[in-house]
């Protein structure tokens, strides 16, 4: 005979306290929630690849896959600190390594040290060690990184390159005479989509490594170099520049959008940190035949590191279950399971690169011989503040052109969150 769910429920209560357990005991065996942002191409395929991996090595255990769509988490974000405030976490939740985790969650007391369990599962060792730092705090680790990801990275279509004569560019003067052919040429010359802002902020970031050099951009962050670097003016001068080479609907376009426009042979360049190429492996590009790749113009040798990792929050529902997913996100097998679907590069040493393409070899050789610096607009850098007031100012600054109020402003925003 059937029994109805309530009946059930009641049922599993009562057998619950006959063995001592209690009721959240009973219910944390059946279910995890896992919470992020990636609803895009190869981001999502990715994730599914990591749910159907979890599911095979703990097949009763039901992952509930909570995604918000939004280019870098943008929309994702807002919903995750209003469930963290309100007492009602994931079991575990994407978020970008760095103050994005520190500042908002690690700081505030919401979330667990997982020292242990990454001693426990005798991995700590096995990640590279400067990623593995941007999720610790106090001597404590809070969370697993799933990947690396570069944030100046800059694609191109070889064919419309090829068609218009136009070689790849050597330095941010040879960029913006490449940019000017195309436009010539009636091509869109640097395709971009901004209209969550972030990639623009994105495109300013990668200037500011070009002309402050890598020692310089991360004294931004740690002291060494003042905001009014004249350095930091010459980004904003050759961002102003490269803005008038890109399509005239990037605010009403998703980053996605703007990668399908290249793709489609409208666009030369498009500027986006490497996810995009595990967007175009979706669409059906093969690394070095279809596109090429390099770091932005003048921002050679230097790698814009942007991590995704997963921890466990205080109050989790299912923390057991969440053990299960940060172990296997931790194991080789997770990562090499993840990373070549997503466009990544994973955080541990001991990956097969065999399974990595092209460009993601190319990557995790840069990443081990370039100077890494903290993305801004992904978390990493900066405070919240700090990068929602940068990403107003570049918006700002696109419209009114106006140079030194920008400069100015970088200034102050620096001032008030940095300092």
């Known amino acids: 005979m059937l029994l109805k769910k309530s009946t059930l429920l009641s049922v599993l209560l009562v057998v619950a306290l006959m063995f001592g357990l209690s009721f959240s005991a009973v219910a944390q065996d059946g279910e995890v929630e896992i919470f992020s942002w990636w609803t895009g191409g190869g981001e999502e395929e990715g994730l599914n690849a990591l749910i159907e991996l979890f599911n095979e090595q703990y097949p009763d255990v039901e992952v509930i896959n909570a995604t918000v769509a ?15 405030v309100g ?13 994005e985790l520190v500042d908002t969650y690690v700081e505030t007391g919401m979330m667990q040290p997982i020292t242990g369990l990454l001693e426990e599962w005798g991995v700590k060792d096995k990640f590279n060690q400067q990623i593995l730092e941007m999720s610790s705090y106090e001597g404590e680790y809070y969370s697993i990184p799933v990947n690396v990801h570069r944030s100046n990275a800059m694609f191109y279509n070889k064919s419309v390159l090829e ?46 490594v070009a002309t402050l050099g890598p020692d ?19 980004a904003l001068v050759y961002f102003d520049k490269i803005m008038e080479y890109v399509n005239d609907d990037h605010s009403a376009l998703t980053w996605q959008d703007a ?19 595990g967007y175009l492996k979706q669409l059906g590009w093969t690394p070095g035949e279809e596109f090429g790749w390099m770091p932005v113009p003048g ?15 205080k109050g989790a529902p299912n923390p057991e279950n969440a053990k299960k997913w940060l172990k296997t996100i931790a194991s080789v097998e997770g990562q090499d399971t993840f990373n070549p679907i997503k466009g990544s590069i994973p955080a541990r040493l001991d990956a097969d690169e065999s399974k990595y393409d092209a460009y993601l070899t190319s990557a995790m ?8 610096s903290p993305s801004i607009v992904h978390g990493s850098a900066a405070p919240e503040g700090f990068i929602t007031a940068m990403n107003d ?4 600054f696109i419209t009114t052109g106006d140079v030194d109020q920008a400069f100015e402003s970088f200034q102050a925003n620096h001032e008030e969150y940095v300092q």
């Open 70 to 84: 939004g280019g870098a988490g943008s929309n994702a974000k807002a919903v995750l600190k209003t469930r963290m």
């Open 87 to 99: 007492g009602n976490p994931p079991d575990s939740f994407q978020v970008h390594g760095g103050a």
């Open 163 to 208: 068609e218009n004569g136009v070689e790849p560019p050597t330095d941010l003067d040879s960029f913006v005479d490449a940019l000017a052919e195309l436009d010539e040429a009636g091509v869109v010359p640097l395709a971009l989509g901004d209209t969550n802002k972030w990639p623009a902020g994105q495109i300013f970031e990668t200037l500011l």
């Open 216 to 234: 310089g951009y991360n004294g931004l962050w740690n002291g060494s170099t003042a905001a009014d670097d004249p350095a930091v003016r010459e």
């Open 259 to 277: 990668t399908q426009i290249m793709q489609e042979g409208e666009a030369g360049f498009n500027i986006m940190g490497d996810w995009a190429e």
């Open 299 to 313: 921002s050679e040798g230097t790698f814009i590191v942007v991590t995704d990792t997963f921890g466990l929050p």
């Open 365 to 372: 050789e840069d990443f081990a011989s370039d100077t890494l």
């Open 393 to 396: 100012t570049i918006n700002e």
